[in-house]
């Protein structure tokens, strides 16, 4: 007598995790930004790069002719937009930033005379505690480079926003600091054999175009702009980054650089892409966005075919 052989099954289950790929530690992030608010006086000689790339943001704000009544400033930092907008540009702004020792060390807006309501609160980048339709726009500058799952900040930001409000953002790109990464590479090469994330990757124009349209808005532009600032040699320029709060925070990254290649890099830096004067240049690579919450008012492409004028017709006259 035979038994029926039992078969059994093994039913694998796969876990599929769809929190985003991690690539900034925001513990770290959060803890740079912690001490160069503190350290007030020297983190206020390095606000050049800041208030420039905020004051381009607020202009852009500016060119739209609207009076908008809730602003929330991403990443404000110690208030380098708000230097830059008046009263008749809005009525609120709210000033956002993942490090609460800026409302006790940094505040500029402090020592400012407004004409507008001004709140300020602890937010993180990646969860955003705005209610659906409750801003009139959002702007944040140099902040969204550290956010890691970037497609979920920007359908935060929309789902923020009210039908037809406006997104204005600025963010280092990948060219940023080229010239620092490549001498810290060419100097890990020739000391230690072998290369590790010095700088923090950076966000290309391309994706960003996507990664808009991806999160639902319209009417999007994106532009990019060079800024270049000269230094006496590369350890001023990672004195200045470190006292900005913009040090490396790559979960990927090394705790410590050797002596001896710190100087190889600083000597290749200077060999490589050294000013006539002696000095060093620093690129930074802005990555500046604008994209539109869509409404019954957003205006549409027209239809293929439609037009009722020859465009080569017109540029000829």
Known sequence: MFSAPVIRSL????????????????????????????????????????????????????????????????????????????????????????SGKYTKYRAHHSILILFFEVERQVVDEERLPFAENSLDAVVSSLSLNWVNDLPGTLVQIKRALKPDGVFIGAMMGGDTLFELR???????????????????????????????????FSLTTVDVDEIQVSYPSAFELMQDLRAMGESNAALTRRPFIKRDTLIAAASIYKELHGNPDGTIPATFQIIYLIGWKPSENTPSPKKRGSATASLKDILEN
Not at 186 to 203: D, I
Request: net charge positive; with cysteine.
């Open 11 to 98: 039913i694998i289950k796969r876990q599929i995790s769809t929190a985003p790929f991690q690539v900034f530690d925001r513990h770290a992030k959060r803890l740079q930004k912690d001490r160069a608010a503190f350290q007030v006086e020297q983190s206020r000689t390095v606000d050049y790069l800041r208030d420039e790339v905020a004051a381009r943001v607020a202009d852009r704000l500016l060119d739209i002719k609207r009076d908008f009544n809730t602003v929330a400033d991403l990443g404000s930092g110690s208030g380098h937009i708000i230097k830059h907008v008046t009263k008749d540009m809005m009525n609120k702004l709210i000033m956002c930033d993942m």
């Open 182 to 216: 490549t001498s810290l590479q060419l100097a890990e090469t020739e000391r230690e054999n072998g290369v590790s994330p010095r700088v923090s990757p950076m966000a290309e124009s391309s994706d960003m175009s996507r990664l808009l349209s991806r999160a639902g």
